[in-house]
């Protein structure tokens, strides 16, 4: 994580210096593009090949072409097209990477942990916008662009061996053969993982049917991780990747708890990202913050996501999680509507707190939940979906939030983006297997 914020400071700084702002930006966002048109795709891949395979070489593609990039650097001015042309590469090779990340820790821990995990991650993401800016910035002063690509390849290759001294537990049987080969067992209504999740308490394994039922002791407290005898990857005996990609749709669209769990995702990005982004840029700059004060009010933001993190790490577990999840929502809808009324910058930071604070538990749980009630053999596809809603949305409410604010104002396009968001809630305690989801014991 370290590494990319110092690549996308090192990207940006190139691109502004070898090209117009213009020009800049779009490099900037061309690589949004692959992202997103091969996203499902890469989740499919990351349940085929198995998600610790294709970290690896995504990673290993990653520190390839960043170094790529500061060699050129280092022995010429590229200009812009090398630039877009690494932009589109990271961007498909996130596409990868990203489902398969997502997918990963159902496969090296005991789902009791899943939620402790989400916590940790949410750690390691805030640290990694902490330190990154600052040691990106410190390596483009010391020797410009280059120095910066090159610090950004070392940091991904030191996360290479890392990874792969990590070992995972293979699915069962029946998973990996109703999951991610795609037989087609969903086209006849059967939904595995769906009753299994339902029917039975949070201490009980959150996979398919046939596997639940016949899951031992052992592999129920986490003594011992889920087997499979033959050790082949999926795609090795049969299907198609298309199957795989429909089947994976649709025990999204049949799930009772992760069908409508993706439409408190898309909600929330799509009512926070703007305001959180362009809406406070225009807040503090119409109240006469200034850049100080926008400072202050993103660090209050990130100190109170960090801390919800830092509690569903120590805490592991939170009882009623769907419950907590919805109010928090709802709690945290109005503190967004509030931050447009704050009367000075201290009033600001400490609403931010607070939406920081409330936005991380909320959005840490419903990732819990996500890793938690998916079938293992699901979670690249079920990750890719969750990772497409939200690059999907959150990029369109940034010039909407703009573009209304420059109509309405900022009071009246925060309360309406809190609506938004505050939906999200209600919808958790419209569907009654969303609102009683609990987090394994």
Same mark, same amino acid.
């Given at each position: 994580?370290?590494?990319?914020?110092?690549?996308?400071?090192?990207?940006?700084?190139?691109?502004?210096?070898?090209?117009?702002?213009?020009?800049?930006?779009?490099?900037?966002?061309?690589?949004?593009?692959? @992202?997103?048109?091969?996203?499902?795709?890469?989740?499919?891949?990351?349940?085929?090949?198995?998600? @610790?395979?294709?970290?690896?070489?995504?990673?290993?593609?990653?520190?390839?072409?960043?170094?790529?990039?500061?060699? #050129?650097?280092? !022995?010429?001015?590229?200009?812009?097209?090398?630039?877009?042309?690494?932009?589109?590469?990271?961007?498909?090779?996130?596409?990868?990477?990203?489902?398969?990340?997502?997918?990963?820790?159902?496969?090296?821990?005991?789902?009791?942990?899943?939620?402790?995990?989400? %916590?940790?991650?949410?750690? %390691?993401?805030?640290?990694?916008?902490? $330190?990154?800016?600052?040691?990106?910035?410190?390596?483009?002063? +010391?020797?410009?662009?280059?120095?910066?690509?090159?610090?950004?390849?070392? *940091?991904?290759?030191?996360?290479?061996?890392?990874?792969?001294? $990590?070992?995972? @537990?293979?699915?069962?049987?029946?998973?990996?053969?109703?999951?991610?080969?795609?037989?087609? +067992?969903?086209?006849?209504?059967?939904?595995?993982?769906?009753?299994?999740?339902?029917?039975?308490?949070?201490?009980?394994?959150?996979?398919?049917?046939?596997?639940?039922?016949?899951?031992?002791?052992?592999?129920?407290? =986490?003594?011992?991780?889920?087997?499979?005898? !033959?050790?082949?990857?999926?795609?090795?005996?049969?299907?198609?990747?298309?199957?795989?990609?429909?089947?994976?749709?649709?025990?999204?669209?049949?799930?009772?708890?992760?069908?409508?769990?993706?439409?408190?995702?898309? *909600?929330?990005? *799509?009512?926070?990202?703007?305001?959180?982004?362009?809406?406070?840029?225009?807040?503090?700059?119409?109240?006469?913050?200034?850049?100080?004060?926008?400072?202050?009010?993103?660090?209050? /933001?990130?100190?109170?996501?960090?801390?919800?993190?830092?509690?569903?790490?120590?805490?592991?577990?939170?009882?009623?999680?769907?419950?907590?999840?919805?109010?928090?929502? #709802?709690?945290?809808?109005?503190?967004?509507?509030?931050?447009?009324?704050?009367?000075?910058? /201290?009033?600001?930071?400490?609403?931010?707190? +607070?939406?920081?604070?409330?936005?991380?538990? !909320?959005?840490?749980?419903?990732?819990?939940?996500?890793?938690?009630? !998916?079938?293992?053999?699901?979670? =690249?596809?079920?990750?890719?979906?969750?990772?497409?809603?939200?690059?999907?949305?959150?990029? #369109?409410?940034?010039?909407?939030?703009?573009?209304?604010?420059?109509?309405?104002?900022?009071?009246?396009? /925060?309360?309406?983006?809190?609506?938004?968001?505050?939906?999200?809630?209600?919808?958790?305690?419209? /569907?009654?297997?969303?609102?009683?989801?609990?987090?394994?014991?």
């Amino acid at each position: 994580m370290i590494g990319d914020n110092v690549y996308y400071l090192a990207l940006s700084w190139a691109a502004v210096r070898a090209g117009s702002p213009a020009q800049a930006g779009l490099v900037m966002t061309v690589s949004a593009v692959p @992202r997103a048109l091969l996203m499902l795709g890469g989740g499919v891949i990351a349940d085929r090949f198995g998600p @610790r395979r294709v970290v690896i070489g995504s990673d290993a593609v990653r520190c390839a072409a960043v170094l790529t990039m500061a060699v #050129l650097f280092f !022995s010429t001015d590229p200009g812009l097209w090398p630039l877009a042309a690494l932009a589109v590469a990271f961007g498909t090779v996130d596409a990868m990477f990203l489902p398969a990340v997502g997918a990963l820790p159902a496969r090296v821990t005991a789902r009791g942990q899943l939620a402790r995990v989400q %916590g940790m991650r949410g750690l %390691g993401a805030r640290l990694a916008s902490v $330190v990154g800016g600052p040691v990106g910035g410190l390596a483009v002063a +010391l020797g410009g662009a280059a120095t910066a690509f090159g610090l950004a390849a070392l *940091l991904i290759a030191v996360s290479i061996p890392l990874l792969v001294s $990590v070992r995972i @537990r293979e699915l069962p049987t029946d998973d990996d053969r109703t999951g991610a080969v795609g037989t087609g +067992l969903l086209g006849t209504g059967e939904r595995p993982g769906v009753d299994a999740v339902d029917a039975v308490g949070p201490s009980e394994p959150a996979v398919g049917d046939a596997a639940g039922a016949r899951g031992s002791a052992e592999e129920q407290s =986490g003594a011992v991780g889920p087997r499979e005898p !033959s050790g082949e990857p999926a795609a090795a005996r049969g299907g198609t990747a298309w199957r795989d990609l429909v089947g994976g749709l649709r025990y999204v669209r049949g799930h009772r708890v992760l069908a409508p769990l993706m439409l408190v995702i898309a *909600l929330g990005d *799509l009512g926070f990202v703007g305001p959180l982004n362009v809406g406070l840029a225009l807040l503090a700059d119409e109240r006469g913050w200034g850049a100080a004060g926008m400072g202050w009010t993103l660090a209050g /933001f990130g100190a109170g996501a960090g801390a919800a993190s830092l509690l569903l790490a120590v805490r592991g577990r939170v009882p009623h999680a769907g419950q907590v999840a919805a109010h928090a929502i #709802l709690a945290g809808s109005v503190a967004i509507g509030a931050l447009a009324f704050a009367p000075g910058v /201290f009033a600001a930071v400490g609403t931010a707190v +607070l939406v920081g604070l409330l936005a991380g538990l !909320s959005g840490a749980l419903c990732a819990a939940l996500l890793q938690t009630q !998916s079938d293992p053999a699901y979670l =690249g596809r079920v990750t890719a979906v969750a990772s497409l809603v939200s690059l999907g949305l959150a990029p #369109l409410g940034m010039p909407l939030s703009a573009a209304a604010i420059g109509v309405w104002g900022t009071g009246p396009v /925060f309360v309406v983006s809190a609506a938004v968001c505050g939906l999200g809630g209600v919808v958790i305690l419209c /569907f009654g297997h969303l609102r009683r989801a609990e987090l394994p014991r």
